[in-house]
């Protein structure tokens, strides 16, 4: 994901979005993901100043709109319930 790259985002706060945290209008950062040996782990941000609502520049917006289509569409081929939260 390039969500990275404008905004200086954290790996783990890339790996920590989810679908409901997304819109054209900003990219909520609320979460974390690390692995820690074979498990992930889930937690709030190290620092306040972290949680932050990046507006997308409009190639990002597009292109998770796009991503998210083809993520429902590889779900329904695979008889797999979608969710925003995954």
Do not use: I
């Not at 990275?4 to 706060?13: A, T």
């Not at 950062?29 to 620092?47: F, H, Q, S, W, Y």
């Amino acid at each position: 994901m390039l969500a990275h790259v404008p905004y200086g985002m954290r790996r783990s706060e890339v790996l920590g979005m989810r679908w409901t945290r997304f819109s054209d209008a900003a990219l909520k950062v609320r979460r974390g993901r690390v692995a820690v040996g074979t498990d992930t782990e889930e937690n709030l941000p190290k620092a306040r100043r972290s949680r932050r609502d990046l507006p997308p520049p409009a190639e990002l917006a597009s292109a998770l709109r796009a991503f998210k289509e083809v993520q429902r569409a590889e779900c329904l081929a695979l008889g797999v319930a979608w969710s925003m939260t995954d």
